[in-house]
């Protein structure tokens, strides 16, 4: 990856560069951005450029020997830390889904933890690092760098952790091996122990402009995406998830509208079933679509780029939100949103939700 691969972020960019040149090279980083702003491109760009034998002003070389095997993520001194589903907690090691996270990154280095999660075959479980990582990354770390002059840890939603394995974590942060660098990518640097921000510097890396992303995408896209590069490249080729989302949606506002408590509970314990990643993919979705209804509400204007099923649907829709309940309606979504990622039990928190919105939504 090199920083040329990196759509926009342009400012961060510099700011890498600079401080490489000026040889203020922090021990670690906390990349903090929302999902697919490009905070782990970014990562394994800067990394490649710390490493690369002949780089020029502004980016690596992309071909020298360490640049190759940094492209195949392959670099003996690059390690990666991520969250994903074991069978066995208790044995549980990122080395053991290194060909599997290999082949899934290069493919595609901007992603969220639900398509990392489906791709290795898990739509249930949840994803996390778990307690053994520690001890690896310690056996690691004594070992002397094979040929790079920086050991570089890219630990990808360090707040997917187990509680152990951060507390090591930081006292390994607290005294830093030399020549090694820590790069946190993070979308929840809340959820981190403080003092585990505290040691690293943090970067915050916010949407991509509208300009890099209309290199890539159409206006239509790069307006939904909100500077996402995952959301844009959901919107272009996911269809199918789309329509699963907005059926969900449809059911889920018919047993509002009509107080069908029957159907909102089969329908709660339907989408509970389907996994906690799937669960949040619905929830972003049904804030996206909740906000559109209320957009077109105020100002009666229909936009063309939404699909003709939910252009039909909203049409009737939209006038069930509006100014008196629109911010309630948000919240609801942003917290059972919060509550599945918090492990509460699914059937409850989406039962929940219905109740709280059957108060809210009236026709
Ligand atoms: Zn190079």
Excluded at 255 to 271: D, G, P
Aim: hydrophobic share 35%; with cysteine.
């Amino acid at each position: 990856m090199q920083f040329k691969d990196v759509i926009g972020q342009e400012t961060l960019k510099k700011h890498l560069l600079k401080s490489v040149k000026e040889g203020r090279i922090p021990h670690a980083h906390l990349l903090w951005e929302s999902e697919g702003y490009g905070a782990f491109p970014l990562a394994l760009a800067y990394a490649q450029y710390l490493n690369c034998h002949h780089r020029t002003e502004t980016d690596s070389c992309g071909e020298c020997p360490s640049c190759r095997q940094f492209s195949n993520l392959a670099h003996p001194d690059l390690h990666f830390i991520f969250p994903f589903a074991a069978d066995k907690p208790q044995d549980a090691r990122c080395d053991q889904m290194l060909p599997t996270w290999r082949e899934f990154v290069k493919a595609q280095p901007y992603f969220g933890l639900r398509q990392w999660m489906a791709y290795t075959g898990e739509t249930t479980k949840k994803g996390m690092i778990y307690s053994n990582e520690s001890e690896v990354l310690l056996s690691k770390l004594q070992l002397k760098s094979y040929e790079a002059d920086y050991k570089t840890i890219l630990i990808w939603l360090p707040e997917t952790m187990n509680a152990s394995c951060s507390n090591k974590l930081l006292k390994i942060l607290e005294e830093p091996p030399a020549g090694t660098v820590f790069l946190l990518v993070s979308e929840h640097p809340e959820q981190l122990l403080q003092t585990v921000v505290s040691r690293t510097q943090m970067l915050r890396v916010g949407p991509v402009d509208a300009e890099s992303m209309s290199q890539h995408f159409s206006p239509e896209i790069v307006h939904l995406a909100g500077g996402s590069v995952t959301q844009a490249r959901q919107l272009v080729g996911d269809e199918g998830e789309n329509r699963a989302y907005f059926e969900l949606y449809r059911q889920l506002m018919n047993c509002v509208v009509t107080k069908n408590l029957v159907a909102l509970k089969s329908w709660s314990e339907q989408l509970a079933g389907s996994g906690r990643e799937q669960i949040a993919g619905f929830l972003e979705y049904a804030q996206h679509l909740t906000r559109e209804a209320f957009i077109r509400n105020l100002n009666n204007e229909q936009l063309s780029y939404y699909n003709p099923y939910e252009n039909e649907f909203l049409q009737k829709f939209m006038r069930c939100i509006h100014t008196g309940n629109i911010e309630r309606v948000s919240e609801e979504w942003t917290r059972a949103h919060r509550e599945i990622g918090q492990n509460a039990n699914s059937k409850l928190v989406l039962f929940d939700l219905g109740l709280q919105l059957l108060t809210q939504i009236k026709l």
